[in-house]
T-cell receptor
Framework: DAGVIQSPRHEVTEMGQEVTLRCKPISGHDYLFWYRQTMMRGLELLIYFNNNVPIDDSGMPEDRFSAKMPNASFSTLKIQPSEPRDSAVYFC??????????????FGSGTRLTVV | DQQVKQNSPSLSVQEGRISILNCDYT??????FLWYKKYPAEGPTFLIS?????DKNEDGRFTVFLNKSAKHLSLHIVPSQPGDSAVYFCAATQSGANNLFFGTGTRLTVIP
């Protein structure tokens, strides 16, 4: 398996522009998570899905952030409009129900977003 | 508010010595704890976990200790190797929940 695949690896955009981050989870995994890593707060959970359905989006910082999972093999995180304080590394992770406690999640390599 | 805290942003250790990384949590409902390791430009990878019914779990050079009364856990790496140089994240969750709460990470540097 290729693991969790995220694209793009790096994104530089101007303030006010729309940004879309993409994620392909591991085939067969039924949970998908979006995390954001910053120096101050570490890894913060933004939203997670179970069987393509959003379960908890309480970590989404503002209405500018939205996430979708149209099918089991694809998810997007969109920021519109983007702001400099959104600059961070965004990680997608997936897991199988029941295995999270023993083996944790499998993370992608992340997307480094820079908003100038 | 951070429910999982790693108060040491960085740690340097000589090769062959013990590395001890610490983590504190505030939520008494947490009953499962995990450690992740992260290399630059890669995602975090699962390292070791412990359930609250145990106070120690060992896997090769890595041992995690849990002190429930103090709401504290630690990761011991013995002996430390240069390849262990990475950022280590502590995470916690409740059984039945599906989201992990992470700390801010500790950057370990093992000096050859």
């Amino acid at each position: 398996d290729a693991g969790v695949i995220q694209s793009p690896r790096h994104e530089v955009t101007e303030m006010g522009q729309e940004v879309t981050l993409r994620c392909k989870p591991i085939s067969g995994h039924d949970y998908l998570f979006w995390y954001r890593q910053t120096m101050m707060r570490g890894l913060e959970l933004l939203i997670y899905f179970n069987n393509n359905v959003p379960i908890d989006d309480s970590g989404m910082p503002e209405d500018r952030f939205s996430a979708k999972m149209p099918n089991a093999s694809f998810s997007t995180l969109k920021i519109q409009p983007s702001e400099p304080r959104d600059s961070a590394v965004y990680f997608c992770a997936s897991s199988l129900v029941g295995s999270s406690l023993s083996y944790g999640y499998t993370f992608g390599s992340g997307t480094r977003l820079t908003v100038v | 508010d951070q429910q999982v805290k790693q108060n040491s942003p960085s740690l340097s250790v000589q090769e062959g010595r013990i590395s001890i990384l610490n983590c504190d949590y505030t939520n008494s409902m947490f009953d499962y704890f995990l450690w992740y390791k992260k290399y630059p430009a890669e995602g975090p990878t699962f390292l070791i976990s412990i359930s609250s019914i145990k106070d120690k779990n060992e896997d090769g050079r890595f041992t995690v200790f849990l002190n429930k009364s103090a709401k504290h856990l630690s990761l011991h790496i013995v002996p430390s190797q240069p390849g262990d140089s990475a950022v280590y994240f502590c995470a916690a969750t409740q059984s039945g929940a599906n989201n992990l709460f992470f700390g801010t990470g500790t950057r370990l540097t093992v000096i050859p």
